[in-house]
Each structure stands twice: as structure tokens, then as C-alpha cells.
């Protein structure tokens, strides 16, 4: 059983790009949540997707949005990059049907940005 | 709003000390306390975790208690070694009027074990 898959697993961007990250949650699981962990910081919930649609938000610009597909897979996408999004990108999945409470995290994107 | 506090790190011991992580929590309501654990270049790995007090979750030798009278859960182990170097993370789940929940993390603890 595979678990949280993340891709890729660096990127390097320069500033005013735009990025996207992909996420496959563990089998089973329908939600898929997003996190940006800074250097030596806690992670930081972006937003959460529920049935293809955008569920709740963390304390983040529009320039960061999302998708999410009928297989439960996932994207997030950075518009107009600053130096300041350069994190560890980390996506977590669980299932409504098990509570919800336990969520499974993939390896995460490193992003860079220039 | 819901907050979780850590300790600040780093924390270093020598192998087969004992080891304890203090954690703290504000919520509403009656949150789940989770710890995750994460390696070098690592996502996060699930340690353990308690649903509600007193509860005591355990795994791999670490435990932690489920304090609701001092909104507490400290993580501890009573004989660390040199591949429980990692850094420590406390959270809480909070949930959304949706029924879904996020998690609430604190800003994480590093431990370094020497041999």
C-alpha cells in the first residue's frame, strides 16, 4: 500500500514564475491537505480539498490555489513567485470516513526560489 | 485561536538518557494531540498520538499523556539513542465548521542524541 507520493521532489524557480506541485494521497484517503513548512518552522496549513473543491483556507495569498482531481490526487499552484515562498511544500491525506483526524504526510517538495 | 506551544530546542543527550519534550495547547473544544517526528531532508512520520484525556499514546519507547486540567502532552522516553535524533513535532487537530478537520503545529523541537 503506497503511501503520500509527492512530485517532484525539488525545484528551483526564479522569482515572478509560477510552480506547480502534485500529490497522490494514500490509498483510501478522499482529503488532501497542504502545508509550507519555512526553514526551522512548524508547518502552516495553505488549504484543504474535499471532493474536488477547496474547503478551507489557511492564512495565504490568491497567488496560492489548488485542484483536486476525481482520483483524489492533488495540485498546488504558486503564481508570481517571491523569495519569501521558498519552503518545504508538504501534502497530507486522510479519510473523512475514518474522522478525518489522522492525516498521512508525503515526503514534500523542496522549492527554491531566485 | 488554537495554538500549540513547544518547547525550544536544541535538546542534546547522550545515548540512553531520558528524554522529555514539553508541549502545550489552547483550543476549543476538545482536540486530538498528535506528535510527529521528522528525519534529516524528511516529510513527516506519525509517532504517536491520543484522542482524548488521558489517553496515553505510545510508540517506538515514546509516550505521551493527554493532560486536559493543564492542557498538556509532553513527550517522553526513557532511553533515547543515537537514531531518535530528529526533530519533534507537537500538534492539535482543529475542526473546521465543515466537519474536516487541519492540523495546528507547533514550531518544533530538535533533538540530538550523542553516542
Known amino acids: 500500500d503506497a503511501g503520500v507520493t509527492q512530485s517532484p521532489t525539488h525545484l528551483i524557480k526564479t522569482r515572478g514564475q509560477q510552480v506547480t506541485l502534485r500529490c497522490s494521497p494514500k490509498?483510501?484517503?478522499?482529503?488532501v491537505s497542504w502545508y509550507q513548512q519555512a526553514l526551522g518552522q512548524g508547518p502552516q496549513f495553505i488549504f484543504q480539498?474535499?471532493?474536488?473543491?477547496?474547503?478551507q483556507r489557511g492564512n495565504f495569498p490568491d497567488r496560492f490555489s489548488g485542484h483536486q482531481f476525481p482520483n483524489y490526487s492533488s495540485e498546488l499552484n504558486v503564481n508570481a513567485l517571491l523569495l519569501g515562498d521558498s519552503a518545504l511544500y508538504l501534502c497530507?491525506?486522510?479519510?473523512?470516513?475514518?474522522?478525518?483526524?489522522?492525516?498521512?504526510f508525503g515526503p514534500g517538495t523542496r522549492l527554491l526560489v531566485l | 485561536g488554537d495554538s500549540v506551544t513547544q518547547m525550544e530546542g536544541p535538546v542534546t543527550l547522550s545515548e540512553e538518557a531520558f528524554l522529555t519534550i514539553n508541549c502545550t495547547y489552547t483550543?476549543?473544544?476538545?482536540?486530538?494531540l498528535f506528535w510527529y517526528v521528522q528525519y534529516p531532508g524528511e516529510g513527516l512520520q506519525l509517532l504517536l498520538k491520543?484522542?482524548?484525556?488521558?489517553d496515553k499514546g505510545s510508540n517506538k519507547g515514546f509516550e505521551a499523556t493527554y493532560r486536559k486540567e493543564t492542557t498538556s502532552f509532553h513527550l517522553e522516553k526513557g532511553s533515547v539513542q543515537v537514531s531518535d535524533s530528529a526533530v519533534y513535532f507537537c500538534?492539535?487537530?482543529?475542526?473546521?465548521?465543515?466537519?474536516?478537520?487541519?492540523?495546528?503545529f507547533g514550531t518544533g523541537t530538535r533533538l540530538k542524541v550523542l553516542a
Open positions: 497530507a491525506s486522510s479519510s473523512t470516513t475514518g474522522g478525518g483526524e489522522t492525516q498521512y
Open positions: 490509498s483510501g484517503h478522499d482529503t
Open positions: 480539498y474535499y471532493e474536488e473543491e477547496e474547503r
Open positions: 500538534a492539535l487537530s482543529g475542526l473546521f465548521a465543515s466537519g474536516t478537520y487541519k492540523y495546528i
Open positions: 491520543a484522542t482524548k484525556a488521558d
Open positions: 483550543a476549543t473544544g476538545y482536540p486530538s
